[in-house]
């Protein structure tokens, strides 16, 4: 009887050593993910608890050349003009006149801009009660909103 013996049928110990690296992968990778998660969220995304040192309702409309058009909704007068992409600033919007169409609200209410200090600034949409922790997603994008301080 002849028997025959090829290089797999002996056991051999770096055929393990992939899974185990797979695994060490896999486990730094939950780590890391983990510790991410958890820096973040220590970041301020409750409702804050003093009052605000501003607030002031805003009305935002597309504009004839694709810019968002900030209006004050009392006067009807332009407070800003924001061109270019704006890609937070639309979708923060975008987010909050979603929750409205969902619940059959027209554009006609005005949206709060409050800024709380040290950063913390929150959009908010009084018909629906949803609002959004812009400080959340980092000082540079509250900044977009930030700049309508100035112009009120």
């Given at each position: ?6 290089k ?14 797979r695994?060490?992968l896999?486990?730094?990778g ?16 409750a409702?804050?608890?003093s009052?605000p040192?501003?607030s002031?309702?805003?009305k935002?409309?597309?504009g004839?050349q694709?810019?968002?058009v900030?209006?004050?909704?009392k006067?009807?007068e332009?407070?800003a ?6 890609g ?6 975008r987010?909050l ?7 059959w609200i ?11 200090g040290?950063?913390?600034?929150v959009?908010?949409d009084?018909t ?8 959340s ?6 900044m977009?909103?930030k700049?309508l301080?100035?112009?009120?």
């Amino acid at each position: 009887m002849k028997t025959f013996t090829t290089k797999h049928s002996q056991p051999s110990a770096h055929r393990d050593v992939p899974i185990v690296v797979r695994w060490i992968l896999v486990g730094l990778g939950v780590l890391l993910v983990s510790v991410y998660w958890i820096r973040q969220s220590n970041t301020q995304t409750a409702e804050p608890e003093s009052k605000p040192l501003w607030s002031k309702a805003f009305k935002f409309e597309d504009g004839s050349q694709g810019e968002i058009v900030v209006l004050d909704p009392k006067t009807k007068e332009v407070v800003a003009t924001f061109e270019g992409e704006q890609g937070f600033l639309r979708g923060t919007l975008r987010a909050l006149v979603r929750e409205r169409k969902k619940r059959w609200i027209g554009p006609d209410e005005a949206f709060e801009l409050s800024d709380y200090g040290n950063g913390a600034m929150v959009l908010s949409d009084p018909t629906t009660g949803e609002a959004i922790y812009l400080s959340s997603f980092g000082p540079s994008n509250a900044m977009v909103f930030k700049k309508l301080e100035h112009n009120y």
